[in-house]
């Protein structure tokens, strides 16, 4: 994963619209700045991605995470066909 942990609480996200969605819903509309929103790439590569955010040094920093935005395999699936 090559983004970079800024903030001390993480939201990770799926896909690549969704940071742009939570990051203006958390800081226009619930004032919130210290969250960092943080996409992983998809379903499938949350487990590889999560692994390497943990072993990241600056984790120790991160107070708060949370996951956001997986659907099921086969909802994911149908998405991708359409």
Do not use: W, Y
């Amino acid at each position: 994963m090559s983004v970079k942990i800024q903030k001390p609480k993480l939201l990770i996200v799926a896909g690549r619209d969704e940071p742009f969605c939570f990051e203006a819903a958390l800081r226009d509309h619930l004032g919130l700045t210290d969250i960092q929103v943080m996409p992983v790439g998809g379903k499938t590569l949350l487990t590889r991605n999560l692994t390497g955010l943990i072993a990241d040094p600056d984790f120790a920093t991160v107070g708060s995470l949370a996951v956001v935005g997986f659907p099921p395999v086969d909802v994911a699936e149908d998405d991708e066909r359409n």
